[in-house]
């Protein structure tokens, strides 16, 4: 037992996850094109046409995925955070600033693809939905973290604070969500929900499956590469780094 | 008493110092020497469990500080480049509260006399704001009359002190070091505390500086 | 421990009311903010009864945040906080004496002045009453949650637009909640439901906002 404990430390450690790191990013990015390339195939071509929604519905195979990412994103970036609140590794810290952005854009991506959606179903581009509401106060607690990240020059100082802010946001957004949603009945909105239109065939399903798939494909290929960079900005100065053939060139 | 194990510790992306390790005993006093920017403040902030260690342990009686968490705090005692006092309060006012705070409340007249030995008569009762700096640093010290604690922590503390306060407060820290106290302090004057307790420490001489 | 409760609520408490001018800007704020709402849209009463819970309850949002930056940050420059942080006291009971200092001085005057200004809006007596107490039990939550914000952004360069872009999304809740039992109250559903929330999410942030805002207190004071 305790060897293999030594052994998950010592791929917390830079020096050792960067290589490895190096390894996936490759396997990941050609996992990612190929899912997302059979996903929209299937969106486009295999999935049938909806008799109510007719051709636009197509939007959702990017936006559910999309919206399901931004929120698994950000349980993955609080995992990271209580790990190196708790540990003080410094991996952690690194983890939770890499995968950030990618949070932020699947979250836009969600908002815009609702838009495009929502334009053809309800005649307008926002609806205070529950569902979109959440997703944009989703995508303001991103650009809270992004933005404190921004402001701190203090590596050491920026990784502990943004952390904290995301283990508090973790917290609040269930009471978010189900404060919004409380709202959103209370006002009698429109209670229209996208992807409960109507009765999804199980080959939607499976498009969407392989898209979100595609989508953590992706997430992984990028937040690893962008660990790396942050690995090489932050180590600059030891020895390891200086003797990479990447960087001796 | 206070053990410090293998301490590293990094500011920004630069590396202050690494392997550190000094023991302190009751009645010594740990003078830390070195450049400006080597450190002193940090390992000092360190020390206080302000600023949390990249690596290594430090000990107060074989127990990491930071298990000990307010246990430690209530044996410390930290007077920094801030003074740590409120402009708008007067100085009696200022040293109660912060007695109060550490732990051991002092009547008014307690702290009056404080402020009269710290050489502020007259000037016990005016609010902070209107005081010179050398005259704020004097009330920021006089905690030292009154306090506790064991460990005291003085980064700078004779910087804005005149000819006489300097030779007060020395002969204050000198009563708390024959005492048992423990006394870790920076200064760029003199220690005249001639008997054999004071250790010296210099940091940024070499890679790691050892006591 | 209660003794350092007591010193250091009565120490911000006296250092408020030497600085009497401070303790206004938040009210004012509070004031102007509300007052403009009839300018920009018009003194059709029907409207302003409708929006009223809303302005009333942005504006209390705002006024508290603006208030936020100095709740740690003068003590962060004279080092009290870093001797606050080495008293033998727990520290989230301190956050908390100092929270309660600050609502009592910023946030509590705007309690009593809401039922005032509801009266440019035309509420009912009965809306009137359920605006203050909700606003009695809402700004104390956003003072706790607001405190985390302010000790994260501790000693960064533009503070004050970066600690509204952090707790600004956390308040929703007490926003949606606070405005929404005047509302109900309003249009004769009755505001119970949203009372007894806005309660819990108070005893939630005084049970965890200290917490939170001393380890943050921790990270910025290094």
């Not at chain 3, 559903?189 to 921790?218: E, K, N, T």
Request: hydrophobic share 50%; charged share 15%.
């Amino acid at each position: 037992m305790s060897s293999r404990f030594i052994n998950w430390f010592k791929f917390s450690s830079p020096a050792t996850f960067y290589p490895l790191a190096g390894r996936m990013v490759p396997v990941f990015s050609l996992i990612a094109a190929a899912l997302i390339a059979v996903g929209l195939y299937m969106s486009f071509f295999v999935a049938p046409t909806d008799y109510k929604q007719g051709e636009g519905y197509r939007i959702i195979f990017v936006h559910v995925p999309a919206a399901w990412m931004s929120m698994f994103i950000y349980l993955v970036m609080a995992f990271w955070a209580a790990l190196g609140l708790v540990f003080n590794t410094r991996l952690s810290g690194m983890m939770t600033r890499a995968l950030a952005p990618t949070g932020a854009i699947f979250a836009f991506l969600a908002l815009w693809t609702g838009a495009f959606w929502g334009k053809p179903m309800w005649g307008t581009w926002w609806v205070w939905d529950a569902r979109l509401t959440s997703e944009l106060i989703l995508l303001f607690l991103y650009l809270g973290y992004l933005a404190l990240q921004g402001a701190i020059d203090d590596n050491r100082r920026a990784d502990r604070a943004g952390a904290l802010l995301v283990l508090v946001g973790v917290v609040n957004i269930p009471i978010i969500h189900y404060s919004v949603k409380w709202w959103n009945t209370l006002h009698q909105g429109a209670s229209v929900s996208i992807s409960s239109g109507s009765s999804m065939s199980a080959i939607m399903l499976w498009t969407m499956l392989i898209m979100a798939l595609g989508f953590w494909a992706y997430t992984i290929a990028v937040a690893l590469s962008r660990v790396r960079s942050i690995i090489l900005e932050r180590e600059a100065d030891t020895t390891w780094v200086q003797e990479l053939a990447e960087v001796r060139s | 008493m206070l053990e410090v194990a293998g301490l590293a510790c990094v500011r920004g992306d630069r590396k202050l110092f690494s392997d550190l390790s000094f023991s302190l005993q009751a009645g010594e006093l740990l003078h830390l020497h070195g450049h400006n920017g080597s450190g002193k403040t940090t390992l000092m902030r360190t020390l206080c469990s302000l600023v949390r260690e990249s690596a290594g342990e430090i000990r107060w009686q074989g127990e990491s500080i930071h298990k000990l968490g307010e246990e430690y705090t209530r044996e410390v005692l930290y007077v920094g480049h801030k003074n740590g006092i409120k402009d708008d309060l007067t100085g009696v006012e200022n040293l109660r509260v912060s007695s109060a705070l550490d732990g051991n409340p002092v009547s008014r007249e307690r702290a009056w006399e404080a402020l009269e030995q710290m050489g502020l008569r007259g000037h016990e009762d005016l609010p902070s704001r209107v005081l010179s700096q050398g005259q704020k640093r004097r009330v920021a010290l006089a905690r030292l009359l009154l306090n506790r604690s064991r460990l005291w922590v003085l980064d700078e503390p004779f910087t804005a002190l005149d000819v006489a306060a300097v030779d007060f407060l020395q002969s204050i820290i000198q009563r708390h070091v024959e005492s048992g106290g423990m006394v870790i302090l920076t200064t760029h004057q003199e220690v005249r505390i001639t008997r054999e307790q004071v250790k010296e420490l210099r940091l940024g001489w070499k890679e790691d500086g050892r006591v | 421990m209660f003794s350092a409760f007591r010193t250091l609520l009565g120490r911000d408490l006296l250092l408020a009311m030497r600085r009497r001018s401070d303790l206004f800007t938040t009210l004012f704020f509070f004031v102007i903010v509300v007052s403009l709402f009839p300018l920009g849209i018009g003194p059709e009463m029907n409207t302003l009864r409708m929006i009223a819970p809303g302005v009333f309850w942005v504006a209390a949002l705002l006024a508290s945040m603006l208030a936020l930056e100095r709740l740690f940050a003068i003590d962060y420059e004279d080092g009290a906080l870093e001797q606050m942080l080495l008293t033998p006291q727990p520290l989230s009971l301190l956050v908390l004496a100092k929270v309660l200092a600050h609502w009592l001085v910023t946030g509590l005057p705007l309690v009593l002045m809401a039922p005032l200004l509801g009266l440019q809006y035309d509420l009912s007596s009965e809306a009137l009453g359920v605006m203050v107490v909700s606003l009695l039990l809402g700004t104390p939550a956003l003072s706790l949650i607001g405190a985390i914000g302010a000790a994260l952004t501790l000693g960064l360069r533009g503070g004050g637009v970066l600690v509204s872009l952090l707790v600004l999304p956390l308040y929703i809740p007490v926003l949606i909640f606070g405005s929404g039992a005047v509302e109900a109250t309003a249009s004769g559903l009755g505001g119970q439901g949203h009372l007894s929330m806005l309660g819990a999410i108070l005893v939630l942030s005084l049970l965890f906002a200290p917490l939170a805002a001393s380890a943050a207190l921790r990270i910025s004071a290094e």
